[in-house]
């Protein structure tokens, strides 16, 4: 069971659009979408930000939007903004009831 | 509002068992669709899931860590707990535990503030 991938980083500037990926084999991800994802700040625990791919639960801002296609999964933030500087994860249900997160992917905010 | 704690010793020495407890308040951990699982965090690194547990104790752990894990739940006390053996030094981590949805959704959607456990002599 290896992590899903994702890149170590991304950037942009407060106002643009960022997009993390989120890939995985088939046999992560490729037949399901219970994809999740996580807001992570430094020292602080993680914060659920989407579930079953796209959905955002209760109090998420409608800023982090997510997607799925074939076996890769996304995470984009629009209208970026300080706060949003944090590292990512995405975490997917991977068969034979396990569950594997991604390497995580640090944001900044320029 | 759900609240989980992690507690147990943060330094444990090679080869020993590390315990960890997590304390569920603000809700029963016996819910109809939730399990409660524990995930780690190596310094610098991602996060791993370890394993979780239903109210009736079924348990689903990762394959990589299952020859070492038990995880286990109290009901009476709100709390379900987490045991390590054989700890190395690449065990030490911060460890959380969270409430899992499995049954449909899949996500983990309240975490404890996380517990720092270093394996060291």
């Known amino acids: 069971q290896s992590a899903l991938t994702q890149p170590a980083s991304v950037s942009g500037s407060p106002g643009q659009s960022i997009t993390i990926s989120c890939t995985g084999t088939?046999?992560?991800?490729?037949?399901?979408?219970?994809v999740s994802w996580y807001q992570q700040h430094p020292g602080k625990a993680p914060k659920f930000m989407i579930y079953e791919g796209s959905k955002r639960p209760s109090g998420i801002s409608n800023r982090f939007s997510g997607s799925k296609s074939g076996n890769t999964a996304s995470l984009t933030i629009s209208g970026l903004q300080a706060d949003d500087e944090a590292d990512y994860y995405c975490?997917?249900?991977?068969?034979?009831?396990?569950?594997?997160f991604g390497g995580g992917t640090k944001l900044t905010v320029l | 509002q759900l609240q989980l704690q992690e507690s147990g010793p943060g330094l444990v020495k090679p080869s020993e068992t590390l315990s960890l407890t997590c304390t569920v308040s603000g809700g029963s951990i016996s819910s109809s669709t939730f399990y409660w699982g524990w995930i780690r965090q190596s310094p610098g690194k991602g996060l791993e899931w370890i394993g979780s547990i239903y109210d009736s104790g079924y348990t689903y752990y990762n394959p990589s860590l299952k020859s070492r894990v038990t995880i286990s739940v109290d009901t009476s006390k709100n709390h379900f707990s987490l045991k390590l053996t054989s700890v190395t030094a690449a065990d030490t981590a911060v460890y959380y535990c969270?409430?899992?949805?499995?049954?449909?959704?899949?996500?983990?959607?309240?975490w404890g503030q996380g517990a720092l456990v270093t394996v060291s002599s």
């Open positions: 975490c997917s249900y991977a068969g034979s009831s396990t569950w594997v």
């Open positions: 969270a409430r899992h949805e499995l049954v449909r959704d899949h996500y983990f959607d309240s």
């Open positions: 088939s046999s992560d991800f490729g037949n399901y979408n219970l």
